[in-house]
């Protein structure tokens, strides 16, 4: 495991936030983290990314037990995390948002050159067919912008991959060029973590499912032991979609 | 500038060379400067002469040395108004300190450099901490310096103006340097010309080249964002409004040994002619997008305006309407320059 929780817990004043949950995150495996919106996902993964500190239980990388005190302590151990609204300058050119904050240098001077190579090289070594590097990322689509914010992490170096609701804004094609690129990273060894309310998102990619519901677990799965109807109705809750079938239904 | 990186992808060809040009934020201003140019030298033997080129170059490099300056800081989303009247403040003390206070030339100047500098701290600092838009913060810095000059300068000497500085210490060598002329082909040019050209190639060297450039852009483009990638959002915006406050030392400092003495009113107004240069160069007002190039070209589009008209004989007021004219045009222009450009999204 590089990445592990027990019992881990946290609160704000005096809202129980999350409350005892474990799970794991593996070399070259998807870990999913599903949950309605109050489940307490964006808690878990603001621990995980340093962003909180927990309060209660243990959080191990490498096996060894850490509290993580900021985002940058988080991606000094090769966590990183890619948000939502992604950090991304939508007139700046893609190789100029790649490589922004940690410039490469030649000198005195920006290594343009190199940049905008290295950028190419790794957008294509993800299979991100970005058809320009030198467009800007306002161009981009939705899912390809998710890609490149991807293909950044894993060039600088992250070894746990924190992915917010990547596919929740996303078409179903789009989703999937996403999905692809998750699997992708998976594939060249990074742990990764992805965070959505959709199960038809999660199973094909996923290894291990984690479900959150009202800040505490429903306990974590491997694939062999869940399938897709199980996680689907564990996660919409059958009751609740019944009871609002019945209170839909016409006179 | 063509995509080192990369195989040939076939969808490349739609991108061609004609949006790669008009993806360029100075093209506005390059075709701007062609038609003003052709329409004035159609109409003037002097403006089309050498020495009437160095006319009108004249007040474009000590203009564009500004708008290059009010340009970066643009592209990182701020503003200035303080520039022009620090012009006048920094020439104020130039004249004020050789003359009155017998400093040397050099003297004097240095300290100009360091208040200038302290105002554009001064700036950069309550604009990134309180985040007040900077509108506000230089509108007030802008009225604070506009009340020093005048009631200092009065205090001093009972009139509006300050004189002399030919008779002062050190004056020659610093005149040759900042406010000579340099022979060109037999016509002399200003020397301005060459720093103005030199600011924009360094400027220009920067934004494009350097990290502070990549940061100046992020800033511009999205602040939260360039912060959590690690770009230091506030260091950079103070840099920007202390270069721009340099460049008001140092034009305010040419104009002063140019004329040898500086009227307490001087500078009032030119910081909305800075930002209008720049707008006309390809800066977005929102920040995020520009060029140091198409500022100076902006410029260059005033020069001509400015002595153009005089060389047809008619009435300077017309510079006014001129100017107002070209704004409204060029960011039109820059407009439906950019949107064509993005298209390219299929």
Redesign the interface.
Known sequence: MILETRGIGKSFGSVLALREVSMGVEPGRVTCVLGDNGAGKSTLIKILSGVHQHDAGTLLVDGAEVRLASPRDALERGIATVYQDLAMIPLMSVWRNFFLGSEPRKGLAFDVRKARRVAGEELRAMGIDIRDVDQPVGTLSGGERQSVAIARAVYFGARVLILDEPTSALGVKQAGVVLRYIARARDRGLGVVFITHNPHHAYPVGDRFLLLNRGTSLGEYAKADISREKLTSLMAGDAELEELAHELERE | ?T????RA?E??AQ?GLVRRLLIRPELGAVVGAVVVFAFFASQSAVFRSPEGIANWLDPAATLGIMAVAIALLMIGGEFDLSAGVLTGTTGLILVTLATRYGLNVWLAMLVGLVVALGVGLLNGLIVTRTRLPSFIVTLGTFLMLQGVNLGVTKALTGTVQVSGLRRAEGYEGARAIFAGTVQIGGTPFRVAILWWLLVTAVATWVL????A???I??VG??E???R????PAARTKIALFMTTAFAAWFVGSILALRYTSVQANIGIGQEFIYIIAAVIGGCLLTG??GSAIGAAIGAVIFGMADKGIVFLGWDADWFKFFLGAMLLLATLANRLVRRYA?E??H
């Open positions: 500038m995509a080192a990186a990369g992808d969808r490349l991108v494009m080249r350097s990290r450039g990549n940061w852009f992020a483009g999205n939260q964002a360039a959590a990638v690690g770009v995020g997008y993005e390219v999204k």
